[in-house]
């Protein structure tokens, strides 16, 4: 009889732990940052937390200045028609006030912004480049990296019950409107010295979930929303192979792609899927390629390969994408992928960085993508 007391025991115990599971996974099932998993998801969430304090490291050490994240670790003479190596980018404050945000860290996220304002505003938006060296700031902003610091001041206001981060962010909207919006429609960049744009909007700078943001009237809004999330939606391929075209001219009236980035292209799938306007094929397709490991940077139209590059960023991003479309197969494959490409090396410099030791080199781009997929 103690036996079968004890089985109904140990038996109502495991119906117990059962329901908790149930409660807390019905809770948090649903949250939009999958790190909160539970049982056989801990290993993995410690591992994310581990690799991620790694790269802060490795970031704050090295590829840190007193003017930003230097583009690239090993520097250059700064003088190309590209960024360089310790130039610095108003795209990486953009990423950097985002992660400050989403991790709840209010002083830093305060330190990055007063920085940022600092480097790269101008009276016609954020100069998407500063170089240290020539102490040069670059008069033309880029629509996506005014986007994302917009977007950076909303968040913070709402996470940090900061009011005024809300009315500088709608004050740069404004200013965003004036000078990269024409004709109800986004363009790439503005550059003061001509006092014009250019002609044509790249695909994975249509932000929705941003441009909801920009103070205007009602109508204006729902035009200029409605009008770039048709474009992107339209710049479609194809299902068998469901990326986007690169660009759309606005005076040609036509796309262009002169070979299609699979970077571009996933940012295009993650802005959409932040409006719930992702193609299930294009879903599909990254979550077959993502546990292949066969997900390349470069394709051709039709979707043969042009090389084999894998990148940090490309799996970041597919990790994002898992995380805002709630897939925890597709960002837990992405992660570890990605984690593939950081450098565990106490040796090296590049040490927690995601980077090329042979060559010394860690750009930007990947390091900030990986350290937002870890946090998404």
């Known amino acids: ?16 732990l059962y329901v908790i599971y149930y409660v807390i996974n019905f809770m948090f099932g649903d949250a ?22 790694l790269l802060v490291g490795f970031m704050t050490d090295k590829l840190t200045s007193k003017h930003g994240i230097y583009t690239n670790l090993k520097d250059t003479d700064q003088i190309g028609a590209a960024a360089s190596g310790h130039e610095v980018l108003s795209e990486s404050a953009g990423l950097l006030m985002r992660y400050y945000t989403l991790t709840g860290q ?11 304002k600092q480097v790269f505003d101008t ?13 040069k700031q670059y008069p033309m902003n880029a629509i996506v990296d005014d986007l994302r610091i917009i977007r ?27 000078y990269n919006v024409v004709n109800g429609q986004m363009r790439d960049f503005y550059d003061p010295t001509y006092k014009m744009t250019n002609s044509f909007i790249t695909l994975c700078y249509i932000d929705g979930a941003s441009l909801d943001l920009i ?20 710049g479609y391929l194809s299902d068998s192979f469901p990326f986007y075209q690169t660009r759309y001219d606005f005076d040609k009236k036509g796309y262009q792609s002169e070979q299609i980035n699979t970077v ?15 193609q299930p094929a294009s879903i599909r397709y990254i979550k077959d390629q993502v546990k292949a490991g066969t997900l390349y940077g470069q394709y051709d139209r039709d979707g043969k390969p042009l090389n084999e590059v894998r990148s940090t960023a490309i799996y970041a991003i597919s990790a994002m994408i898992g995380s805002v479309i709630k897939d925890q197969e597709l960002y837990a494959d992405s992660i570890l992928k990605m984690n593939e490409f950081q450098i565990h090396d106490a040796q090296s410099p590049l040490h927690g960085g995601f980077g090329d030791i042979n060559a010394a080199q860690a750009y930007s781009f990947d390091n900030l993508m990986a350290l937002l997929a870890y946090t998404y």
């Open 106 to 116: 209010k002083d830093k996220f305060d330190e990055q912004w007063q920085q940022a």
């Open 215 to 234: 103070p205007l009237s009602r109508k204006k809004k729902a035009q200029l929303e409605d009008s770039m999330l048709q474009i992107a939606q339209e």
């Open 32 to 53: 939009p940052r999958l790190q909160r998993q539970l049982s056989s998801q801990f290993g993995q969430t410690m591992q994310v937390t581990e690799n991620r304090n």
């Open 123 to 135: 009276p016609f938006g954020f100069s998407y480049r500063y170089s240290p060296q020539r102490n």
């Open 264 to 278: 571009e292209s996933l940012l295009t799938i993650l802005n959409l899927a932040e409006v719930k306007l992702e």
């Open 152 to 178: 950076a001041l909303d968040e913070a206001s709402v996470a940090f019950g900061t009011k005024n981060y809300r009315e500088e962010a709608q004050s740069y909207g404004k200013r965003l409107y004036q």
């Open 1 to 16: 009889m103690k036996i079968f007391r004890y089985l109904g025991l140990i038996s109502l115990g495991l119906i117990s």
